[in-house]
RNA sequence: GCUGACAUAGCUCAGUUGGCUAGAGCAGUUGAUUUGUAAUCAACAGGCCCGGGGUUCAAAUCCUCGUGUCAGCACCA
């Protein structure tokens, strides 16, 4: 197989570029390997440009890049495009392959290239940007375009790619310009990867916990209550509930108090806080008696009163406070997205109060606290440290001193992590938990603020070792980082089939006839002292149908329960992957569910 | 918030260029059946066609303003 390009000293070049500057290096092949397929997307997307010129000769481009999920270009058109096009779009992208056009290159100065798309602010805007004094331009058949490269030698060697998404997006990314319709598409070397990609698309929009949380009856969204505001129906607020045990224990054993702050503050604490000035846009104010108060968007506020409450001696430190926070932040509409975004939500939240010498420690046992949690759903993960970002509070020396505690006790651990630069807390930097689900996608949870900000705000003081007053830390830290997103993720992860410990019912019981409901309901009593709940599908329907809706409810294990069950004092076990079938006597039966659902600790 | 699309029974969806009493499957209720591992049969009930305003002899259908949902952007746990 020919080359397609060329890679030198970790730069990839067209092949005209390489023949140009008499570059010899090491030859891309047309695979599926990173380098391959960006130059593959990124002529494809030239491709798509193409199509949409030759269909809407008006169109103007913008840029066309590659990204993670494939690549899109940009671009601005009088006519209406709907994704119904996609497929007519598609279809001249074929046409165009089909006539193998070259994809041919040469280059202008910037004066004459400005000249040349005097007409197009779009291709201007784009060469704003551009500091060189010569852009190239790339060209197949009639069309040209403005372009940094690489590219494939020929349009002959795009085959298989396909459309995915018809959406609108802000003209360099920025809000206050103007719109532009994107368009984004997937390609591969070949057939059966595209084919795979397609099928792992479908397989997330079958784990989409939207559609599984409706129907599993997990939780519901309503017009009239408003949106984002989730309401938690009983299977999911009993899967809740098992959470909430569960982290409970966890966090007692690692020496948090449970606390609870109010929902609502008066608005002068919010500007003593500094989220009035700084977060006031995405709060809930209500005036009463003329007074003005604030619903808590964080439940730092009602922590830091907690600790208010007595005086603090350094031998009391750290000192830490837990609470399933409920918050309320006004999200802007389209922001919303099921369990993951939502304006009421609640937070695993707590707050350490610490000196400056046990920062490190208390980082290191609240990333200890994360990896229990997130072996014990599989779940791979990663932390990105994030820095001061633009809108911030508190002097720049106390700032660099918190970036580089938690850099440090990432270092002193061997800790992996990655840098997200000006991505912080306006209070402080913050460590960041990306989870990586079942599937390979990327999703943020938990997060370890670093704060001197909120303790200087509030004078908290503790008592040193020579009794003088002294400054404590705070940390504010989140494991799951909300129920809500966390049991989203945790729906598409587990596609609705949550492990015993988790599961809103732990067996479903299946009685054959009549006369076994009364078998099914001591069964039931004696697992509910066991701490499992079960749910006795007795309706008058046949036993098939019965055990066909139970399936459904993804319920871990079905026991069915006639005659011979009873009379041997036993159960008949439907496992729920594998549809095998065996039979435990009640006593084993009762020790399985046990152990199964006490294995977990975090 | 922005761009675009969408909103019909509890759920999933039909409903022609505006025209008769708005349909189906599932779920629900009732009756028959009492079932041994993924849908027994029958009958019944269920709708301010998202909400307000308008156009028209006539609106689920057209226009308009809201509300909500979806995709993407921008923002975030």
Not at 317 to 328: A, M, N, Q, R, S
Request: negative net charge; glycine residues 6%.
């Amino acid at each position: 197989m020919s080359a397609i390009a060329i890679k030198y000293n970790d730069e990839i070049l067209d092949l005209v570029t390489a023949e140009e500057r008499g570059i010899e290096g090491e030859e891309i092949i047309l695979d599926n390997s990173p380098e391959s397929l960006d130059v593959l997307r990124h002529s494809t997307a030239h491709l798509m440009a193409q199509a949409i010129k030759s269909l809407y000769p008006d169109a103007k481009f913008y840029v066309g890049p590659t990204v993670k999920e494939g690549f899109y270009y940009d671009f601005k058109t009088e006519s209406e495009i709907g994704s119904g096009d996609l497929k007519k779009i598609e279809k001249q992208m074929l046409s165009f392959a089909k006539k193998k056009y070259k994809i041919e290159k040469y280059s202008l100065s910037m004066d004459d290239a400005k000249e040349k798309f005097k007409d197009d602010h779009l291709k201007l805007s784009v060469m704003e940007r551009i500091k060189d004094n010569t852009v190239s331009i790339y060209k197949q058949g009639e069309f040209e375009d403005l372009c940094r490269g690489p590219h494939l030698p020929s349009i002959g060697l795009i085959r298989y790619f396909k459309l995915t998404k018809l959406a609108g997006a802000y003209l360099g990314g920025d809000s206050k310009n103007e719109m532009l319709t994107r368009i984004y598409g997937i390609a591969f070397a070949d057939k059966e990867s595209l084919k795979d990609h397609m099928t792992m698309l479908a397989e997330a929009e079958k784990r989409d916990h939207r559609k599984i949380g409706g129907e599993m009856k997990l939780f519901t969204f309503r017009e009239e209550v408003g949106a984002g505001f989730p309401i938690w129906l009983p299977a999911g607020a009993r899967l809740r509930a098992r959470f909430e045990s569960l982290l409970y224990k966890a966090h007692r054993k690692r020496g948090y108090q449970p606390v609870r702050g109010p929902e609502m503050l008066r608005a002068d604490l919010w500007k003593t806080s500094g989220h009035y000035q700084n977060y006031g846009e995405n709060m809930y104010f209500t005036q009463i008696d003329d007074v003005e108060f604030g619903v808590k968007p964080m439940n730092c506020v009602g922590h830091i009163k907690v600790y208010e409450d007595e005086l603090h001696s350094y031998r009391d430190l750290p000192i830490k406070y837990f609470e399933y926070g409920v918050v309320h932040r006004h999200e802007f509409t389209g922001a919303l997205h099921g369990l993951f975004r939502v304006r009421e939500f609640t937070q695993d939240d707590a707050h350490i109060f610490c000196t400056v010498d046990q920062i490190e420690e208390q980082i290191i046992e609240v990333v200890d606290f994360v990896d229990k949690l997130m072996t014990t759903f599989d779940f791979k993960y990663k932390m990105m440290i994030s820095t001061k970002p633009e809108k911030a509070v508190g002097d720049a020396e106390v700032w660099e001193k918190s970036e580089a505690a938690l850099i440090n006790a990432m270092e002193a651990n061997n800790l992996d992590y990655d840098i997200d630069e000006g991505g912080g807390a306006f209070y402080g930097p913050k460590i960041d938990i990306k989870i990586l689900d079942a599937i390979g996608r990327e999703w943020q949870c938990g997060t370890i603020q670093l704060d001197n900000n909120l303790p200087e705000r509030f004078k908290l003081e503790y008592n040193g070792e020579d009794n003088e007053k002294m400054q404590p830390v705070m940390i504010h830290r989140a494991i799951l980082g909300s129920f809500e997103r966390f049991i989203g993720i945790l729906t598409e992860h587990y596609a609705g089939e949550f492990p015993m410990f988790i599961a809103p019912t732990q067996v479903a019981i299946v009685p054959v006839a009549e006369v076994h409901k009364d078998y099914a309901k001591q069964l039931s009593d004696k697992l509910i002292d066991i701490n499992a709940d079960s749910e006795i599908y007795a309706k008058n329907d046949s036993l098939n149908k019965r055990i066909r809706i139970a399936e459904k409810t993804r319920v871990p294990m079905i026991v069915v329960i006639g005659d011979e069950e009873i009379e041997n004092k036993t159960v008949a076990i439907r496992d729920r992957r594998t549809r095998e079938q065996y039979t435990l006597s009640e006593e084993k039966f009762l020790q399985l569910i046990q152990t199964k659902i006490n294995e977990v600790n975090f």
